[in-house]
């Protein structure tokens, strides 16, 4: 499977007459995207805003984060089973608005939302605060119900993102960049001196909020499955969970996961990168069991030698990891973890809620307990009153003169487990 | 909770749904419960229902109280 990545570069987003890409500017029609995006019952009022880099702006609570991407040839279209017919994508030409993102916002779904500063020193824990981002305020009829509520913002986003890629169907890209994985065999063919190394993909599913779908499938209903890496990039895997917003893999990084795009750097070279695992973290202990029984069972099918594997979330998906980590391990295939620590405000506590000594290579994307002040920024778009109630946030953490205080846990994207932010920890 | 209780020498049982954990955390007796956010209960079951696999849970716990054992024990159906 064979996908072009198209980069269109966004350097500004500004309302427009038209929709449209020109000179690297994003041009919105708000009416035309507002009547795109809306329809949903549950959903009272819709309202747009563009935010950018260095602007003085606070947004939360930031539900998902979402990338604009257009399928410009190849089967299928972006976010398959959810937007488009379930074909299976990353195959062909996908053109993506580099630097524009949609992230939606409005009142709180769960408590579990984040906050994205443009400037100032969240910024500097936020990826999100170095792109151009169309902000879209759902607001919710009273009395709604919890999942609808999740689920009507969460197509919003999409909508908007498809909306939004739209805008990049016939636009020439700035770069081009291949993407291609072969059929097993014939990988090995290719590159038999290499070392065969997957990537397992752990998605959350916890259920109560807590989801991600493939292919418009609740993944807490799959078994442990095999994906080309550049059906991802296409929008196979999304996020729609109201989980601790420092280490939710949200839509736009699921879409540019670093893991798949780096492995794929120094594929054919170092190592044979032959392709994902995805699998979940559910709430029974014997869907536990059985998922990590089946990615170690797929890792050896696949003759593989080493893997990667990434958590999402923290707690009670840990022991996941570490199943996931021993199982494969005892196969005689090596291991590298990636998570993030929850070791408490000074550092000194567990970091993870399970452990094996399997887990003997491990990168963290840093210490989500770590506290953070946050100035008071002259304009708040959504509600920040939901601060001292968000994970991470703390009675009093909303403070009489408007700055924050908040653990970083509640920074979208601060601590990414697939190391999307530039986050690590480290002992001294 | 549960070795700090026991190092006061009064025996505990730790119901859990993720035994995994309880076994790195050095709980002794361990009964597995249903699911991680609802360890004592089932939602889809009906109330009498319920109240029956409540009973039994407790119950089995209440056995594993009693147990003489050597080491970490999971009590399994």
New interface residues.
Partial sequence: MRLEIGNINIQDIQFGDKTEVKNSILYVEKEALINAISGDDHIRSIDVEIVRPGESVRITPVKDVIEPRVKVDGPGGIFPGILSKVDTVGEGRTHVLKGAAVMTTGKIVGFQEGIVDMTGPGADFTPFSKLCNVVIIAEPHEGIKQHEHEYAVRLIGFKAAKFLGEAGRNVTPDDIEIYETKPLFKSHEEFPDLPKVAYVYMLQT???LHDTYVYGVDAKKIVPTLLYPTEVMDGAIVSGNCVSACDKNTTYIHLNNPVIHDLYKLHGKEYNFVGVIITNEN???AD?ERSSNWTAKLAEYLGLDGVIISEEGFG?P??DL??NCKKISEKGIKTVLLTDEYAGRDGASQSL????PSGDACVTGGNANMTIILPKLDRLIGHQEVIDVIAGGFDGSLRADGSIEVEIQAITGATSEVGFNKMTARMY | MVKEIERAGIPVVHMCTVVPISLTVGANRIIPTIAIPHPLGNPSLEAIEEKLLRRKLVEKALVALETEVDGQTVFED
């Fill in positions: 916890q259920g109560l709430v029974y202990l536990k009670n840990d022991t570490i199943m809620a399970d452990s094996d």
